[in-house]
T-cell receptor, first 116, second 117 residues
Framework: KAGVTQTPRYLIKTRGQQVTLSCSPI?????VSWYQQTPGQGLQFLFE???????NKGNFPGRFSGRQFSNSRSEMNVSTLELGDSALYLC???????????????FGPGTRLTVL | GENVEQHPSTLSVQEGDSAVIKCTYS??????FPWYKQELGKRPQLIID?????GEKKDQRIAVTLNKTAKHFSLHITETQPEDSAVYFC????????????????FGTGTLLAVQP
């Protein structure tokens, strides 16, 4: 099976702009989670989508939002970009998350966002 | 709150030596503990995981131990090789029985392992 893919791989934006990142999970996976990775804060959970519904949300401001489509592909959007939003944004997919052993998360390569 | 502490932040060993990385979690409802390896410029890759109904799991040179009473778990790498050099992250996830199914992982801050040839 093809792995998790993310587009674009690199983005440069300026403060105040908005950005949309895309994640395509492994075929058959219904859960997509998003994480922000920075040198100072490490890997922090943004949100998780399962069957087109947000199942969990981390402690990020409302400028960060996401959605999931019927084919399980997911997008995240960041509005009114700030310098501190510069980070590697990773998505991860898994089959379920029910604790039944089908919940291993596989990460995509990430989107490197730079805000100038 | 949910928190995972990871130590040490950096670890340098000689090729062939063993490396141990330790993590402590705060949420007693956690029941799934994966370890990820991230090489420079690459995505995190799962190397081993353990669930709370077992105390130890081994996969060739890698092993993970879990002490639920003390709320800590450790990664052990034996016979280290230069290709083991990377950042290693531990993580914890809640039991779905507490608040519903979720894939939300709380990560430790990472350990930079350098294996000197």
């Amino acid at each position: 099976k093809a792995g998790v893919t993310q587009t674009p791989r690199y983005l440069i934006k300026t403060r105040g702009q908005q950005v949309t990142l895309s994640c395509s999970p492994i075929s058959g996976h219904r859960s997509v989670s998003w994480y922000q990775q920075t040198p100072g804060q490490g890997l922090q959970f943004l949100f998780e989508y399962f069957s087109e519904t947000q199942r969990n949300k981390g402690n990020f401001p409302g400028r960060f939002s996401g959605r999931q489509f019927s084919n399980s592909r997911s997008e995240m959007n960041v509005s009114t970009l700030e310098l501190g939003d510069s980070a590697l944004y990773l998505c991860a997919s898994s089959q379920s998350g029910t604790g039944a052993g089908t919940d291993t998360q596989y990460f995509g390569p990430g989107t490197r966002l730079t805000v100038l | 709150g949910e928190n995972v502490e990871q130590h040490p932040s950096t670890l340098s060993v000689q090729e062939g030596d063993s490396a141990v990385i330790k993590c402590t979690y705060s949420d007693s409802a956690s029941n799934y503990f994966p370890w990820y390896k991230q090489e420079l410029g690459k995505r995190p890759q799962l190397i081993i995981d353990i669930r709370s109904n077992v105390g130890e799991k081994k996969d060739q040179r890698i092993a993970v131990t879990l002490n639920k009473t003390a709320k800590h778990f450790s990664l052990h790498i034996t016979e280290t090789q230069p290709e083991d050099s990377a950042v290693y992250f531990c993580a914890a996830r809640r039991d779905p029985g507490y608040g519903g199914a979720t894939n939300k992982l709380i990560f430790g801050t990472g350990t930079l392992l350098a294996v000197q040839p």
